[in-house]
């Protein structure tokens, strides 16, 4: 069974850094493309980036471009995203997902910005 | 960026119903196009990729159609279980977008 686990999501003051992680079981992790999408409170689904199974292709929504880097380690089937210069508006639930049109979903981890 | 229009933005039906929500991209996109059931607290699921192609272990009450710019999704007789927050994306070309989301109201 595909199983993707997010963690990483806590409270922080806005300008802060923080690392969100998604520990991928249940599949052949290194296979695969995988995606960070994040859903505000209350509001709808917003794509944040995706990284291909080798990592040689990259992208990233303008919103979080030079501020968020999306990588993975294939050996500890995780994928990661490092969040720097935090704002209020990054409040959200991320959700990690595999394949370009998300086939599976983790369960989420919540950031909340805010002083 | 492309554009994904959904609509309606919310819907009241009953059980037994078909229901159709429509979805629109800006531009061409193919059939790059998935659906997401997303229930109140609950990570979204995914129902159809390749606009028209049942995600395994998804009920056959739901199915997909269209290519270009217009797409469908359509439930065949609505149970309560269906009563959720519906979403598209088109995957056709970076970045990803997601339509706005259609509300499936009793």
């Known amino acids: 069974e595909v199983q993707l686990v997010e963690s990483g999501g806590d409270l922080v003051q806005p300008g802060g850094s923080l690392r969100l992680s998604c520990a991928a079981s249940?599949?052949?992790?290194?296979?695969?493309?995988m995606n960070w999408v994040r859903q505000a409170p209350g509001k709808g689904l917003a794509w944040l980036s995706y990284?291909?199974?080798?990592?040689?292709?990259?992208y990233y929504a303008d919103s979080v471009k030079g501020r968020f880097t999306i990588y993975r380690d294939n050996a500890k089937n995780s994928l990661y995203l490092q969040m720097n210069s935090l704002r209020a508006e990054d409040t959200a639930v991320y959700y990690c997902?595999?394949?370009?049109?998300?086939?599976?979903w983790g369960q989420g981890t919540l950031v909340t910005v805010s002083s | 960026d492309i554009q994904m229009t959904q609509s309606p933005s919310s819907l009241s039906a009953s059980v037994g119903d078909r229901v159709t929500i429509t979805c629109r991209a800006s531009?061409?996109?193919?059939?790059?196009l998935a659906w997401f059931q997303q229930k109140p607290g609950k990570a979204p699921k995914s129902l159809i990729y390749?606009?028209?192609s049942l995600q395994s272990g998804v009920p056959s009450k739901f199915s997909g159609s269209g290519s270009g710019t217009d797409f469908t999704l359509t439930i065949s007789s609505l149970q309560p279980e269906d009563f959720a927050t519906y979403y598209c994306?088109?995957?056709?070309?970076?970045?990803?977008?997601f339509g706005g989301g259609t509300k499936v109201e009793i």
């Open positions: 994306q088109q995957y056709s070309i970076y970045p990803l977008t």
């Open positions: 390749a606009a028209s």
């Open positions: 997902s595999r394949r370009s049109y998300s086939d599976s």
């Open positions: 531009q061409g996109i193919s059939n790059y």
């Open positions: 249940g599949f052949t992790f290194s296979d695969y493309a």
């Open positions: 990284i291909s199974s080798s990592s040689s292709t990259i």
